[in-house]
Structure formats: structure tokens, C-alpha cells
């Protein structure tokens, strides 16, 4: 896990009241929580200030346990510790650090450490927590309330614009793409990204217009030119080098080492792309000086809403793309359309898109294979990171003719697309899974069946391991949008004993 510097200071995290999600009716005092999942106030002291945590966050109560779960504002830390006990980052590269720990008491302080790799050596800082029980209020006063998204006015005027058609979306929810034209016939695309608590919107123009522009809201960023745009997510960086509009980013949230796209880094190295920073600490100076007129950010931005508004504030529109939140794989591919409308490669686009598609439907018209896949990670605890049932990585596992288990796993209301489950959870629900697939992506790529063992000496029970059909995901696989296909296709072979090598997965050694 990537992992700001720390300063020393007060924090306490004021947000809304908590609610609670099961359909249990409750008494606002600590001895009458029942076992259920709640949303509770949190406020965090200590350290320098910077660094905050989201709140209200997610408790768990199942009888005399109880555990909470903090997300923090910076990628930087790597582990928390709680009476002695270590607790390693849930989070996935470059993600803000995600933590599930334990505590004792409603409403009563006590204190953790988080050990930050921000420093030029990492240093472990102690903060005092409190969780507060459900229904609990924070006291007024304690901290200004951080908004984490948009504002909630969704209404918007395009003035003179008349609509002339839509583009069309077979699989993607949450954009759409409206064609438009001006008095003058010039023509428009005004684009709408949902997914978010409020809707973004933007206006490109096409061929042929003028800027004529009377009666536009200001809630309508106009995109005039995109030529130097800066990209922070890296889901789609293959996108744009996929629709050949690699030309149109002059700069990166990403360096060169860390990206998997090898023409990304290639750009970077050659001084085509310039590295100006991650998303939560750009470099407005070098962004300025040189022009950037577009920004491309995931949904991380919202936990530094500061860092969008300043950019905002120096003229530089901001898009925050939320195709994470596209439950069908090809619905998150479909985003490649949206690129291909900003930087005038429709058609590229929508070939890729159609030949993806296409392959991904003659694989899933084969007959079901009628076996098992477990799709998981092993953190230095030994607990267990599994995808959501639904979620589109197991979603692909279906679409290429298996069954993704473990089964029936518990849901919850965060836009988290993994869950962390005890190894007694996993062994019960994937000892009999037929293929096993390690996700490297979070705790790095593993080359033996003995490394995964070590890891975790149960799995050596699991049938998959027995019958030695254990593979392992490629580290770079989650930067690579485009392969949909690839990722079906290969996990097919699989299933069907006849894969070799391919650009996805590969076998761990005996």
C-alpha cells in the first residue's frame, strides 16, 4: 500500500447523526444496542490536525464485539495498533487508508496509533478515538462540518440550446452523453456523471460552434479546450490510451514506476507527460505554469474536497469520473465512449467498446462450466479480502461461466467493493472452490502455492490447492479498464484446463 506528512494538533470530526441500517428499533443508551450494523459519529484527536477520519463510520456489534471502521483523509498509513494488536490498511493502492478495529465502550476515549509512511522514515502517531454510540450527537463546536461531496442542487439551464438526440448507452448508469445545437446550428455535447450525491455536468463543444452560449447555469463547466489535462484516475488512463488521445494528457497523478500502461510511462519518462503529484497534493505551480486546462479525478477527491476546489478556483475544470460505481463490467467499459465524445474519438471508442463486447458474449454462450471460484487476498493478519457478491470483478467470474463463492456474503452500505471476513468465514464458504484466484493487487503477487500456504496455513486444506489449480491475478490488472475480455476469456481457459499464459492471471508454481 502507498502510504502525508502528519503534523501535531486537535481534530475532533463532526458529521450527521448516525443511523442505524437494520430494521431494529433502538433506545439512544449504550446498554440496549442490539447485534446489527449502525453508522456512528466519530471524533479523532491528536497528531497534527491534518490527518481526519470520516465520519459518521460503520460499527459492527455482535455480541460482546464491536468494531469500527475509520477511513482516513491520506493514503500514507500502512497500519493502526489497538492494546498491542496491529491492524494492517484495507484500503487498495493509492486509495485513502481504510482500517477495521476493535474498541470496548461507546462514548469513551481511548487511544490508537497510526503508524504514517508520509515522513522520510515511517513514524507511528498517537491519537485518541471516540466512537459514539448510536444517536449520539457530537457536542457542537468540536470541528467545522467537512462536506464530502458535491452540492445537492441538480437542477441546470442551457439557456438557448436546443436538444437534438442522445448518445446511446447499451450497459453504462451513471453518465450520459446529450447532443445539442445553438442558433447557429453549431453542435454541442453536454454531458452529465451521476453516482455521486449530487449530478456533475459539462459542455463540450463540437464542430462547428461558436460559443454562442446565452442563459448556461454556473453549474455547467464548459470544456472548451482539453488539450493538457490532467489525469489522477488511473482506471482511465488505458481508456484514453485505448481511443489514441494519449497526446491530450500533459499531465499525471501517477509516475512512471507505478503505472502498469506501458505508454503512460513511457510518455512520462520521454518528459510527454509531466508527474504533477497525486490527487490529494497536486502541483498547482507546475499545473498553472504550464496550462492545464482539464483535470480527470476519481471519486477520491471528495475526502479532499479543498484539492478540487482550489483547482476549480485556478480555472481548471474538474471531472470526478465515477465509473467505480458501474456494477456490470461492461458498464464500466462503456465509459470509454465518454473519452472518445471529450477528445473527439467517438468512433475509436465505440469500436473498442463493440469488439469487447463481442467476445465477451461468445464466451458467456458457451455452456456453464458448472464449477466454483474464489477470487481473494490474504493480509499480514491472516484475515481474508473477498470482492462483494455482485460486484463486477464477480461478475466477470459468472461471465465466464463459474460461480463465485463464497456465497451469500454480507452486504453493506459503502461503496467499498471488498469485504474482510475471518479465515473460519472463508474456509467454510471456499474450501471446496475449484479454482482459487489470489488478488495481488492488495498484498502483491505471489509465485508459489507455498508462498500462499505461508501466508495462511489453512488454505492448504482447500481443494483448489490440492488439485494444485491456484492462480494468481496480475499486479497491474486493475489499470487495465479495457480488459473486459481478456479477463473472461483467460479465466474460461481455466475453468476448461486449457490455459496457458495471457496478459491476466498466471499459475502459481508447485
Not at 497534527?48 to 491520506?74: D, I, N
Not at 493514503?75 to 494492517?88: A, E, I, L, N, T
Not at 436538444?163 to 453518465?175: G, I, M, R, T, W
Request: aromatic share 10%; with cysteine.
Amino acid at each position: 500500500m502507498k502510504k502525508k506528512f502528519i503534523f501535531a494538533a486537535v481534530l475532533a470530526i463532526n458529521l450527521t447523526a448516525c443511523s442505524f441500517f437494520n430494521s431494529n428499533e433502538i433506545e439512544n443508551t449504550t446498554n440496549e444496542i442490539t447485534d446489527g450494523e449502525y453508522s456512528c459519529n466519530v471524533t479523532l484527536t491528536g497528531g497534527s490536525g491534518k490527518a481526519t477520519v470520516e465520519s459518521p463510520a460503520k460499527v459492527l456489534v455482535e455480541g460482546e464485539e464491536k468494531t469500527v471502521q475509520l477511513v482516513w483523509s491520506s493514503s500514507h498509513y500502512d497500519y493502526m495498533v489497538v492494546d498491542d494488536v496491529k491492524y494492517d490498511n484495507e484500503a487498495a493502492v493509492d486509495d485513502n487508508s481504510v482500517f477495521t478495529i476493535p474498541f470496548s465502550e461507546f462514548d469513551e476515549p481511548f487511544i490508537v496509533i497510526g503508524d504514517t509512511t508520509a515522513m522520510s522514515t515511517p513514524h507511528e502517531i498517537e491519537y485518541e478515538l471516540t466512537v459514539y454510540a448510536p444517536g449520539e450527537e457530537v457536542e457542537s463546536g468540536t470541528q467545522e462540518s467537512t462536506a464530502t461531496k458535491a452540492d445537492s442542487d441538480d437542477s441546470y439551464s442551457l439557456g438557448n440550446l436546443k436538444f437534438k438526440e442522445s448518445l446511446e448507452l447499451d450497459y453504462a448508469k451513471d453518465f450520459t452523453v446529450d447532443y445539442y445545437t445553438d442558433d447557429s446550428n453549431g453542435e454541442y455535447a453536454f454531458i452529465t456523471i451521476t453516482g455521486a450525491s449530487a449530478n456533475q455536468y459539462f459542455l463540450r463543444p463540437l464542430e462547428g460552434s461558436d460559443m454562442n452560449l446565452d442563459g448556461l447555469s454556473d453549474n455547467i463547466q464548459v470544456l472548451s479546450d482539453i488539450d493538457k489535462t490532467y489525469l489522477v484516475s488511473t482506471s482511465v488512463m488505458d481508456l484514453i490510451v485505448n481511443t489514441d488521445s494519449l497526446d491530450s494528457i500533459k499531465f499525471s497523478g501517477t509516475d512512471s514506476k507505478d503505472w502498469y500502461i506501458d505508454e503512460a510511462a513511457s510518455a512520462i519518462k520521454a518528459g510527454d507527460i509531466l508527474y504533477a503529484g497525486k490527487y490529494s497534493a497536486p502541483d498547482y505551480e507546475l499545473l498553472v505554469s504550464d496550462g492545464c486546462n482539464f483535470a480527470i479525478e476519481n471519486t477520491m477527491i471528495y475526502h479532499n474536497p479543498e484539492v478540487k476546489e482550489k483547482l476549480e478556483s485556478l480555472g481548471i475544470p474538474v471531472m470526478v469520473e465515477t465509473s467505480s460505481y458501474e456494477t456490470s463490467p461492461l458498464g464500466r467499459l462503456e465509459w470509454i465512449k465518454l473519452y472518445g465524445v471529450l477528445y473527439g474519438k467517438l468512433d475509436t471508442a465505440t469500436e473498442v467498446f463493440d469488439a469487447q463486447v463481442a467476445r465477451t458474449k461468445a464466451v458467456m454462450d458457451m455452456e456453464e462450466t458448472g464449477l466454483t471460484v474464489a477470487f481473494f487476498s490474504v493480509n499480514s493478519n491472516g484475515q481474508i479480502t473477498v470482492r462483494k457478491n455482485g460486484d463486477y470483478i464477480s461478475s466477470m467470474i459468472d461471465m465466464a461461466g463459474a460461480t463465485y463463492v463464497p456465497e451469500n456474503l454480507a452486504d453493506s452500505e459503502d461503496a467499498l467493493s471488498t469485504i474482510k471476513i475471518s479465515m473460519e468465514d472463508f474456509y467454510i464458504g471456499a474450501v471446496d472452490a475449484d479454482i482459487l484466484i489470489y488478488n495481488s493487487t492488495i498484498e502483491g503477487e505471489l509465485e508459489s502455492v507455498d508462498d500462499l500456504i505461508a501466508s495462511a496455513p489453512s488454505l492448504a486444506d482447500f481443494k483448489a490447492v490440492k488439485n494444485k489449480n491456484v492462480y494468481c491475478l496480475k499486479e497491474g490488472y486493475f489499470q487495465k479498464t479495457t480488459s473486459v475480455a481478456e479477463f473472461i476469456e483467460e479465466l474460461h481457459l481455466i475453468l476448461t484446463d486449457s490455459y496457458k499464459s495471457g496478459e491476466c492471471f498466471y499459475k502459481l508454481k508447485e
